[in-house]
């Protein structure tokens, strides 16, 4: 008996730290939104991309790893249990609301939410059900940068470029055809100035945009819902303070609205960096100035320019106060620095805020490269500008085999890789031979 008291405080303590897993969710709750995604997904049938974009999906539940699927694997990784397939995502793997191939099969990854949110589940799973499609029919980019987005002219010109499309998303008619001609305007002289980030601009509004559009159509039960969660999405990333990252997010679904409301043939988008602008101007028979910049100054004046400038310079001191606080954490205390050589990164587009000339602040994000995975869940990472060095905070930090864990973040090292001191800070290096 007295063997069973003295177990007991440590068979409680044990259950205390063990993480639960999410109350709400179920492999029967999982059937349940594997069939009411299929349900939008049908009810669309092809018309929009020419085929149905149902597929197998991964719900994954980020406190336990656990992993609910509509499919079986083909390497039995996974247990069948009441019509659903179940498993543990492997720590070294990321969650990510994107594409995954695991046992053999490519999976739509869906994380899932702290509270159940019908809407969001549905529309993360079409999401990556979306960029699966990508993948299987090279519409997935290489590479891109649009960090020239969080430059002040660039910045100003995409606000006004917003300003115009709600005002054509909300009308008709000649009133809609007279604010897509401001938007292309505004586009074009944003392009004029960095005509060298036109592809670029290209790729990330097709890559995600695109999949917003999608994931927002087969979502929604109508015109008014979809208007009015397009636009809703669109204030939110409006009131970012940098756009680098996540414009792309909203703006190709923008013009993709557009598009549909002229019944544009998706289907012919047949390139990654197809331009949307330049789609949309022959949809509407419009035609743009030799030079936008000629006429986008007069222009802008019928879009509140005084009130977009305040914005800006209110911007700019959030940004310095900001950029005091945080350059304690991420220059002068203890941190982990991380070099990029072909990154990955997954992020929520609502999640980052740009601090100037010390980089981008991502408050939550995922990244793979060729040194392994790492993944931030609390405290932030902070990115240069340049897009090569990663820091975060390295104030408690553990290290077990090829795992390297910090508050708020793990890091997972692939073979060959290993963490070491260097002064206060640690580095993560190729190892020598």
Known sequence: MKKWILCLPLILLLACNREEGLLWFSAQKAGDYFRKIENACNSDSG??????????????????????????????????REGIFTGVLPRERLITNNVIEFGGVRYAMAPLPEEE?????????????????????????????????????????????????TNAIKSSGDARYQAIRDALI????????????????????????????????????????????LLDYLERIYSNSSYASGYGFVHGALYAYLLNARDFDFKQILAPDYDLGTATATAYSVILPELCRDVAGSLALNYDLPSIR???????????????????TFTERPVLIVQMESPNFSFE???????????????KLRVSDNWGKLTVDEGGALLTNDLRTLRVSAREVRTERNHVIGTGWHLVLNDGWNSAKEGDNIIIRKQLP
Not at 192 to 219: H, I, Q, R, S, W
Not at 311 to 321: A, P, T
């Open 47 to 80: 018309r929009l991309w020419g085929e149905n974009l149902y597929g197998p999906i991964m719900f994954v539940d980020g406190k336990t790893r656990a992993i609910y699927t509509n499919v079986a694997d083909r390497e039995n990784l996974l247990k069948a």
């Open 117 to 165: 949110d019908q809407v969001r589940i549905t529309m993360r799973a079409i999401h990556s059900l979306f960029h699966c499609f990508q993948e299987r029919h090279d519409l997935k980019p290489s590479n891109f940068s649009t960090r020239h987005m969080n430059e002040a002219n660039a910045r100003l010109l995409l606000k006004l470029e917003w300003k115009a499309l």
């Open 186 to 229: 505004f586009r074009g002289a944003r392009r004029e100035l960095f005509p060298d980030a036109v592809t670029d601009e290209n790729k990330f509004e097709n890559y995600e945009g695109l999949t917003t559009f999608t994931y927002m159509k087969l979502g929604t039960a109508g015109d008014d819902e979809l208007k009015a969660r």
């Open 310 to 328: 305040a914005e800006e310079v209110d911007r700019e001191k959030m940004i310095s106060d900001q950029t005091r606080r945080i350059v304690t």
């Open 349 to 363: 587009p609502e999640d980052i805020n740009s601090l100037d000339t010390l980089g981008i602040l991502y408050m």
